[in-house]
Structures are given as C-alpha cells and as structure tokens.
C-alpha cells in the first residue's frame, strides 16, 4: 500500500480538456530500481477525440479518427499511460482520458521536480542550473519513463502514478495554444509561477 493519495480512475474519466487543467498542481510519482523521484505537475495539454487533427489517433489520409498499433492505448480504458518516441529519440508521457474507445489524451509538458533531485540530474546528466523535467522528452528523461510502460494503468500506485499533492494551494492557470501544433486550439495549461508574472518554462515541441 503506498503512501501516497492516487489518483482513481473517475479522475481521469472526464473531457481531456477538463483533466488536462486538473492534472495541474497534481503529484507525478515514479519508483524505479535507481531511486523514487517526485513531481509537481505544471504544464500539459489535451488532445481531443473529435475534432482534433493533431492527435496521434487522427488519420489525416482518411479524415477520421483510427486505431492503429501506435496509438491503441488512445483507445484503452481511462487512466493509463500512452508513450510514444517523438522524432526517435524523446519519450513523450500521455495520460489517457474519457470512457473506453474515446481516443482522448494529455499530454505531459513540464513537472517541478520535488524530491530525487539528484537521481533526476545523473539520469539527465545535466548541472544544477538546468532545468530538469521542463519538456516532454526532458520530462520523461528525468523520471526514468520510456515506451515500456506504454498502456501503464496509472491507478494501481506503484511503478508510476499520479497522486493528490502533500499540501493544497491555489493555482493561477494560463492557457494557450499547443507548442508544435498548427491550429488555433487553446488547448495547452501551465501553472504561473509564483516568482514571476510569466508561466513555467516553455517546453520543447511535440
């Protein structure tokens, strides 16, 4: 039994727009054989199952949406991982929402690291001043998550989860348009800092 508050899978069983802006201020957690590392969520953005070219279950040839090896975890139940390699060299961390054959998703973008900050900079690589989990594929390097535990169900809180925060705050939210993608969908949340008017880092593409 973990410790932690994990998330249920109701949560997830909403409008990714919806999850997207809740997975905000949330806790990502992962267990690996290196180390527990821990996480505040600050940046995602939702990818729709109507509507939505940009979405990996979005046949552009066909105009509609399809199931293909690629995006089958799209399809799956609520609260599991989708994982796919961007440009063959960055994992990318999805989080499937809505019922059971809604092809729907967040995508995360950025995590404030909370704690195994130095197990996060070795597997990064990175020096103190670099931004550890800002970025999909940064994100994903930090927390030890690859295409392995694709279709990972997220609410059985062990391996990796995402679970309620130690401690409650109030959030101020922006929202803007998705990085990488050519339309004029609001569809991308991210978490102001509270140093500054001006929101979290910005990522690298999709």
């Not at 927390?143 to 705050?169: Q, Y």
Request: net charge positive; proline share 7%.
């Amino acid at each position: 039994m973990t410790k932690w508050d994990v998330l249920p899978r109701a949560f997830y069983e909403r409008d990714p727009v919806l999850v997207a802006q809740a997975l905000l201020g949330q806790q990502l957690v992962r267990e690996h054989d290196d180390g527990l590392v821990t996480g505040i969520i600050v940046e995602t953005e939702a990818y729709l199952a109507a509507h939505d070219p940009a979405s990996h279950a979005y046949s552009k040839r066909w105009h509609c949406y399809r199931k293909t090896p690629r995006c089958a975890p799209m399809f799956g139940p609520p609260g599991h991982a989708y994982i796919y390699r961007s440009y063959g060299r960055h994992d990318c961390l999805n989080i499937v929402t809505e019922a059971e054959n809604t092809p729907s998703a967040v995508l995360l973008r950025a995590v404030q690291p909370e704690a195994g900050l130095d197990v996060m900079h070795r597997r990064r690589e990175t020096g103190r001043r670099t931004p550890l989990a800002t970025g999909p594929g940064n994100l994903c390097q930090a927390f030890a998550i690859d295409v392995t535990l694709n279709g990972w169900d997220l609410t059985r809180g062990h391996h990796l989860w995402v679970a309620a925060p130690t401690s409650s705050a109030s959030l101020q939210i922006t929202r803007s348009r998705r990085i990488g993608v050519a339309d004029d969908l609001a569809l991308r949340f991210a978490v102001v800092s509270p140093r500054s008017s001006s929101t979290m880092p910005q990522a690298c593409g999709r």
